[in-house]
């Protein structure tokens, strides 16, 4: 393919993409397909001579398409959706057609700089402290990772590494390993399982800390907990705090919270993964309250210096993020040496003679990957092309959408709401069992017109609706109930024949 077939097909693809979206409305959002049923459709080898494009095309709409869950339409209540827009998908383009690789700043200074510029404008929208960004010349500053799990875990992986150089200063003859055996991290039994999965790859115990009545962690179990394994020998070193959980979008009480973690010098990260964004809207802000009262400068017992508090914010996958597309989640740190202390590798061929310069990131040592991509001209397209009002209006949108879904829901008898919506996630279930909860989420996927998934809160099985899509208007939501009171009403008729030929 040369730039002159490119130039036409590019056209091609655009419309595509376009068709796409405009239409996708009107296909099965969750596809009827078996496991395994494209290993059938395509040769079992590369082929050895090129074919031709439009084979490859006509084999998306043959081959790919009928696999496809459609995470676009607005029919999708499933997950947190990682929706995108126009203007990121025209920014994906551009970063692929410039095929950069911004591992340095010397790689690609562009690149570099704009993520830390575009970190410093989200940091500025949500109203985040000072101590979180670049342009203040201070300690921290933000950065894109891959995903809110790679997020966690650069935070968990830098606490441990914190953690184990500053016990070595009271006890050098302490072994790494040893101290290790003894870290505790912490985290909600609400959390994304993603922390969990942070905590087996770094090698530590983690502790699930019950909820309250609300799904949130209260300051008065975490101190208890933290009491209770530092009394065994345990080193509490990580707690992962979360706004807007996966379950229920439940918020924990980090003004509560940051004060205890302050104290026991424990590394605080938030994963504001789902909910994070929405705090660019004044009324959503005070759930990030707390933040700001952070400590700068703690005492740390064991070693008799001082060392400075640490507090990672985490957020991806949320509302306006969605426009902007997957692969792009923001983090902020208020110290940003204890990342790149963690991750730093400074081989001859990786050197440049910008570096340490306070102007100048790698951000190379922020992360896993030394390779990254040219993502934060998604942030640059989206911002510039939507402004902070469309972005508000993008947010309050769908929470207005979720609170309608709510009274329909409260309205019917048969149904009852398990979480306080706050946001575009509405946790609901039929009356009875967990068995005829499930049978009714099993004829909701089976008829693929709308997707759900499920959760358990207490113990119970819920069905969650979360309200994500860039199309989603109030008909969908509408259309979505009617769909479900359909379904249910037949299946609570069935159980009602069943119970009476019973008796």
Same mark, same amino acid.
């Given at each position: 393919?040369? #730039?002159?077939?490119?130039?036409?097909?590019?056209?091609?693809?655009?419309?595509?993409?376009?068709?796409?979206?405009?239409?996708?409305?009107?296909?099965?959002?969750?596809?009827?397909?078996?496991?395994? @049923?494209?290993?059938?459709?395509?040769?079992?080898?590369?082929?050895?001579?090129?074919?031709?494009? &439009?084979?490859?095309?006509?084999? !998306?709409?043959?081959?790919?398409?009928?696999?496809?869950?459609?995470?676009?339409?607005?029919?999708?209540?499933? @997950? @947190?959706?990682?929706?995108?827009?126009?203007?990121?998908?025209?920014?994906?383009?551009?970063?692929?057609?410039?095929?950069?690789?911004?591992?340095?700043?010397?790689?690609?200074?562009?690149?570099?700089?704009?993520?830390?510029?575009?970190?410093?404008?989200?940091?500025?929208?949500?109203?985040?402290?000072?101590?979180?960004?670049?342009?203040?010349?201070?300690?921290?500053?933000?950065?894109?990772?891959?995903?809110?799990?790679?997020? /966690?875990?650069?935070?968990?992986?830098?606490?441990?590494?914190?953690?184990?150089? $500053?016990?070595?200063?009271?006890?050098?003859?302490?072994?790494?390993?040893?101290?290790?055996?003894?870290?505790?991290?912490?985290?909600?039994?609400?959390?994304?399982?993603?922390?969990?999965?942070?905590?087996?790859?770094?090698?530590?115990?983690?502790?699930?800390?019950?909820?309250?009545?609300?799904?949130?962690?209260?300051?008065?179990?975490? &101190?208890?907990?933290?009491?209770?394994?530092?009394?065994?020998?345990?080193?509490?070193?990580?707690?992962? #705090? /979360?706004?807007?959980?996966?379950?229920? $979008?439940?918020?924990?009480?980090?003004? &509560?919270?940051?004060?205890?973690?302050?104290?026991?010098?424990?590394?605080?990260?938030?994963?504001? #993964?789902?909910?994070?964004?929405?705090?660019? $809207?004044?009324?959503?802000?005070?759930?990030?309250?707390? !933040?700001?009262?952070?400590?700068?400068?703690?005492?740390?017992?064991?070693?008799? /210096?001082?060392?400075?508090?640490?507090?990672?914010?985490? +957020?991806?996958?949320?509302?306006?993020?969605?426009?902007?597309?997957?692969?792009?989640?923001?983090?902020?740190?208020?110290?940003?040496?204890?990342?790149?202390? #963690?991750?730093?590798?400074?081989?001859?061929?990786?050197?440049?003679?910008?570096?340490?310069?306070?102007?100048?990131?790698?951000?190379?040592?922020?992360?896993?990957?030394?390779?990254?991509?040219?993502?934060?001209?998604?942030?640059?397209?989206?911002?510039?092309?939507?402004?902070?009002?469309?972005?508000?209006?993008?947010?309050?949108?769908?929470?207005?959408?979720?609170?309608?879904? &709510?009274?329909?829901?409260?309205?019917?008898?048969?149904?009852?709401?398990?979480?306080?919506?706050?946001?575009?996630?509405? $946790?609901?279930?039929?009356?009875?069992?967990?068995?005829?909860?499930?049978?009714?989420?099993?004829?909701? /996927?089976?008829?693929?017109?709308?997707?759900?998934?499920?959760?358990?809160?207490?113990?119970?099985?819920?069905?969650?609706?979360?309200?994500?899509?860039?199309?989603? +208007?109030?008909?969908?939501?509408?259309?979505?109930?009617?769909?479900?009171?359909?379904?249910?009403?037949?299946?609570?008729?069935?159980?009602?024949?069943?119970?009476?030929?019973?008796?």
């Amino acid at each position: 393919m040369d #730039a002159a077939e490119f130039r036409r097909r590019g056209k091609e693809m655009v419309d595509f993409v376009a068709d796409y979206q405009e239409n996708i409305e009107h296909r099965r959002v969750y596809p009827d397909v078996e496991p395994g @049923y494209l290993r059938s459709m395509i040769p079992s080898e590369a082929p050895l001579e090129p074919e031709s494009y &439009e084979d490859v095309l006509r084999d !998306v709409d043959r081959v790919i398409m009928p696999g496809v869950t459609h995470w676009l339409s607005p029919h999708f209540y499933a @997950y @947190y959706a990682n929706s995108t827009s126009f203007p990121s998908i025209l920014a994906d383009l551009l970063s692929s057609g410039i095929g950069t690789i911004g591992f340095t700043w010397a790689a690609n200074p562009a690149c570099s700089e704009l993520e830390t510029v575009m970190l410093d404008w989200l940091g500025k929208m949500l109203q985040l402290p000072e101590d979180f960004l670049s342009e203040t010349q201070g300690q921290g500053g933000g950065v894109i990772e891959g995903t809110a799990s790679e997020a /966690t875990l650069m935070a968990l992986l830098s606490a441990r590494l914190k953690t184990v150089k $500053c016990v070595q200063e009271s006890d050098p003859q302490r072994s790494e390993a040893d101290i290790i055996s003894k870290l505790i991290a912490y985290t909600s039994e609400e959390a994304h399982s993603s922390v969990e999965k942070a905590s087996i790859i770094g090698g530590v115990v983690i502790r699930m800390v019950p909820t309250d009545e609300h799904f949130s962690v209260r300051a008065e179990t975490l &101190e208890k907990m933290v009491a209770e394994d530092k009394a065994t020998g345990f080193i509490p070193f990580f707690f992962c #705090a /979360t706004l807007g959980t996966t379950p229920c $979008c439940a918020f924990d009480k980090i003004d &509560e919270l940051g004060p205890i973690c302050n104290a026991e010098n424990i590394w605080m990260h938030i994963d504001a #993964a789902y909910a994070g964004c929405a705090f660019i $809207c004044p009324e959503f802000r005070p759930l990030l309250n707390g !933040v700001e009262r952070l400590q700068l400068q703690l005492r740390l017992p064991a070693s008799k /210096t001082d060392r400075e508090a640490h507090e990672a914010i985490d +957020e991806s996958r949320s509302n306006f993020l969605r426009q902007i597309g997957f692969d792009c989640s923001a983090m902020w740190v208020k110290k940003s040496a204890d990342l790149t202390r #963690a991750f730093q590798m400074d081989p001859e061929y990786l050197k440049h003679e910008n570096q340490g310069s306070g102007l100048v990131k790698d951000y190379m040592h922020w992360g896993i990957p030394m390779a990254r991509r040219f993502r934060s001209l998604k942030l640059w397209f989206v911002f510039r092309m939507y402004g902070l009002s469309g972005l508000q209006a993008f947010i309050r949108k769908h929470v207005e959408l979720a609170k309608t879904f &709510e009274i329909l829901v409260r309205d019917d008898n048969n149904f009852e709401i398990c979480a306080e919506v706050v946001m575009g996630l509405v $946790c609901f279930r039929l009356k009875g069992s967990d068995e005829l909860n499930k049978a009714l989420l099993k004829q909701i /996927t089976r008829t693929g017109k709308i997707y759900l998934v499920p959760c358990r809160l207490r113990g119970r099985f819920v069905l969650r609706f979360v309200v994500c899509g860039r199309t989603t +208007e109030l008909r969908h939501i509408q259309e979505a109930w009617k769909h479900i009171t359909e379904l249910s009403s037949k299946l609570l008729q069935n159980l009602f024949d069943h119970e009476g030929k019973e008796n």
